[in-house]
């Protein structure tokens, strides 16, 4: 059930003693941080799998089936948990419970060896190994409402419009100033250009600035 790469395929068999569907740790999940407690992650097993299903009323509806007919894709292993025969590859997918949803998805997304997949990747997780109907409903639901990868996901960019100035109603009712310079320096000792816009009328008058303090641009506006 790991997800780390093998440098080769293992052809030994996994012991009976090792009765375990999904779990919460890895080899390697001592030395990375922890997201949850790992002592509230209960695993899945065998046991755990095999009283729910009995439970669940979904599960047995394939049973009967199974057993009226030769040619269901539902089939039971030794131990009685029930499963799905894939028709394209035969892989063997177990039929998760509704009381188990919740337990698997935790297992598949919030433990350190999950690691917060997003929709996709924790969709191919799951399927790999797992079937239940609307499953991918509930992959994608159970990522939309994680807290931690709402906080690392890239906010989209706010739409914004275009800055709209105040109209112009009246001639000289509203202005627009403007300085330019310096500029080389005219025989009298001006070095600064004034510019002045009605946004009514679109005139425009100019005038030449020996400085731009408040006193010279307010004096110059007034005498022009």
């Given at each position: ?54 439970e669940d009323q979904r599960c047995q ?63 191919a997780a799951i399927r790999r190994h797992y079937y239940r109907e ?91």
């Open positions: 059930m790991s997800r780390v790469p093998t440098l080769a395929p293992d052809p030994s068999v996994m012991p009976e003693e090792i009765s375990c569907l999904a779990s919460a740790d890895s080899s390697r999940g001592w030395v990375a941080p922890s997201y949850e407690e790992p002592y509230k992650e209960q695993p899945v097993t065998f046991a755990r799998m095999l009283a729910a299903q009995k509806d394939p049973r009967d089936k199974m057993n009226q007919s030769a040619d269901s894709r539902f089939s039971g292993t030794k131990e009685g948990i029930l499963v799905l025969v894939v028709p394209l590859d035969g892989a063997v997918q177990v039929y998760f419970p509704f009381i188990l949803r919740q337990d698997l998805l935790r297992l598949q997304h919030d433990v350190v060896r999950a690691g917060h997949p997003g929709v996709n990747r924790m969709y609307a499953m991918a409903a509930d992959v994608y639901d159970w990522v939309a409402s994680c807290a931690s990868c709402a906080s690392s996901r890239i906010t989209p960019r706010r739409r914004t419009a275009m800055v709209k100035l105040f109209p112009a109603t009246d001639p000289f009712a509203s202005l627009s100033v403007d300085l330019l310079g310096p500029l080389t320096e005219t025989k009298t000792g001006n070095v600064f250009l004034r510019i002045i816009v009605d946004r009514f009328s679109m005139l425009v008058r100019s005038a030449l600035l020996a400085g731009i303090t408040e006193t010279d641009v307010s004096s110059a506006f007034c005498r022009d």
